[in-house]
């Protein structure tokens, strides 16, 4: 049986990777709709490849001229963010690969849930600010979700060696990202230049500005958290410079099952296509004598305050999580245009959060509430910021 996917997010990292592992698997799995924000030129070389049915250009001002590019093909284009939840739910389609970037990928993943669609989930912020929500409503709707971060992947992949009552805890490894080894004060003068250079992993620029901040981890522990009904007690952080072991599970009996592989996102989104079976495909082998040596430390929480609030903002739950997500985006945002000083990112959340007043129970419109409250701070607060330097 052909297995029919939507890919949200076609143009970036993880999306490219989706369409490299779809080749690889063969014909038995084709492309039935895709969704691009702003590469328009990328989006049409994939139409002219792949002939999806449908394809979603979330920001409208760019795909005005697609359909002149490609003409003669019959692909429907939908023009805006509603385009993203139309092919989330398309009878056409079984599996939803979600590789939007940030909280916009939300709407279209809850309507994939609410569909009973097969959904491969590498975008974390959606289940960072609305875990519950989407968790319920997959239960609800007999949706299957199934993990592409690598490290929940390695999770899933490790729980299937025992029953859930038999986890004592799962451990997610992290890189530490390009600068593991910096005092807090050399982290406050390094540049955009080397926060985007990750020692290990390429990925979209949020997220590898989100891996050197160690967001990347907090955003996994609360990811972690929902996708494994897992008290944040039992949610460990490990550094692994290596990035070979994806993460573990520790079992009641003490036995610690891992997951390793090459850093490469194509075995994890190859696993959620083929899940439950395992097929020969494109991951590179790996080779541990040539790797040597694993090596594991704890984090240290007093540089990396992002994964000590992530902790909190996950026992917490509610909007606390919503503005902790937001304020990110946000500061991302601004440090990613040069407007702001690393150091700043984390300077802001923490203004937000400590200025939020959280409510613990969460419907769709708290959600857009808090989401847009935190932004608004964050912009304030630049602003009041740059207002003073100029005046000072
Ligand atoms: N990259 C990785 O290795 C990796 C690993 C684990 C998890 N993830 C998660 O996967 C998600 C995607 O990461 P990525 O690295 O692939 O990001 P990316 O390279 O920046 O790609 C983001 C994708 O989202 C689209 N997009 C951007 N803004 C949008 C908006 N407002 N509405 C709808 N679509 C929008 C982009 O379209 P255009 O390019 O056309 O503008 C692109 O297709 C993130 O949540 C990230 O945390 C990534």
């Known amino acids: 049986m052909v297995k029919n996917i939507a890919i949200l997010g076609s143009t970036g990292s993880i999306g490219k990777n989706a369409l490299k592992v779809i080749d690889a698997l063969g014909s038995s799995y084709r492309v039935a709709a895709l969704s691009a924000h702003s590469n328009i030129q990328l989006l049409a070389e994939q139409i002219r490849r792949y002939e999806p049915g449908f394809v979603a250009v979330t920001n409208p001002d760019y795909g005005k001229n697609l359909r002149e590019s490609i003409d003669e093909l019959k692909t429907e284009i939908m023009l805006g963010p509603d385009g993203l939840v139309e092919i989330a739910q398309l009878d056409e389609v079984d599996t939803v690969i979600a590789a939007v970037v940030g909280s ?14 097969q959904l491969a989930i590498a975008n974390k912020e959606p289940l960072v600010i609305a875990g519950q929500l989407l968790m319920n409503l997959a239960n609800q709707n007999n949706s299957t979700i199934l993990p592409v971060d690598s490290e929940h992947s390695a999770i899933f992949q490790a729980m299937q060696s025992g029953s859930r009552e038999e986890v004592n805890k799962i451990i997610l490894t992290a890189s530490g990202g ?30 590898t500005v989100d891996s050197a901040t ?37 079992f009641v009996d003490g036995s610690i099952i891992a997951q390793l592989g090459e850093p490469d996102m194509c075995l994890p989104i190859q696993y959620a296509l083929t899940y439950p079976r395992r097929v020969a495909g494109i991951a590179r082998p790996l080779r541990l004598d040539k790797i040597g040596s694993l090596r594991f430390e ?26 902790f997500n937001a304020a990110n985006e946000a500061a991302v945002e601004e440090f990613l245009a040069g407007r ?16 939020h007043d959280a409510k613990t129970t969460l419907s769709l ?16 607060n630049i602003k009041h910021t740059t207002q003073n330097a100029g005046t000072n």
Not at 104 to 117: E, V
Not at 365 to 380: G, L
């Open 340 to 355: 702001i000083n690393f150091v700043n990112i984390i300077e802001l959340i923490e203004d937000c959060l400590n200025k």
């Open 214 to 250: 160690m967001m990347n981890k907090a955003f996994e522990v609360i990811e972690a958290h929902w996708l494994f009904d897992m008290p944040t007690e039992k949610i460990d952080v490990l550094i692994h410079p290596e990035s070979i072991v994806h993460s573990l599970v520790e």
């Open 104 to 117: 916009a990928g939300l709407p279209a993943i809850l309507a994939a849930a609410k569909s009973g669609k």
């Open 365 to 380: 419109e708290d959600i857009f509430e808090a989401d847009s409250w935190a932004r608004r701070e964050v912009a304030a």
């Open 178 to 207: 390009p600068f593991r080894k910096e005092t807090a004060e050399n982290i406050k003068n390094v540049s955009l230049e080397q926060t985007l250079a990750h020692p290990t992993w390429e990925m979209g620029p949020k997220i």
């Open 298 to 323: 704890k984090p240290n929480l007093e540089i990396f305050r992002a994964l000590k609030l992530g902790f909190e903002v996950a026992q917490k739950g509610g909007t606390a999580a919503v503005v």
